[in-house]
């Protein structure tokens, strides 16, 4: 990996990277993190019995939306014509809470980490909205960047311990 930063032009100031003389190539980005909560809380969502509706079907919409959105919310970040984004979303009894999983594809210059890392966030920031009436000790954890191909970096994947 690099040790300059890449956003920031010869004088430090942030600045958009210019992929225009980048090749276009297949690139995957996966993405992950989970909101814990009471164990009563994660029964409610699993029952269908929160009073704001359907938490996890929200949060999966949530998250792909966000992820097409990335580059309005993430200042340096270029618009990308997604070709894939999923969001998976799995209760975990001895978190207790959920997990949440997101991929995204693109046939592009740049890659795509920040829009699974995005729709990661957006679907637990959902989960959290629509469950707070019931937690509100709720705690949005580990969200981190899991693996990516693709791009003149190459591929990366993480280590099972993070930081």
Known sequence: MSEKLTHLDSEGRADMVDVGDKSATIRTARASGSVIMERATLETILAGNARKGDVIGTARIAGIMAAKRTHEIIPLCHPLLLTLV???ISADHDLPGLRVAA?????GKTGVEMEALT??????????DMAKAIDRRMRIAEIRLEEKTGGRSGDYRATKNPL
């Open 103 to 107: 991929t995204a594809r693109v046939e």
């Open 119 to 128: 729709a990661v966030s957006a679907a637990c920031l959902t989960i959290y």
């Open 86 to 88: 999923s969001v998976d």
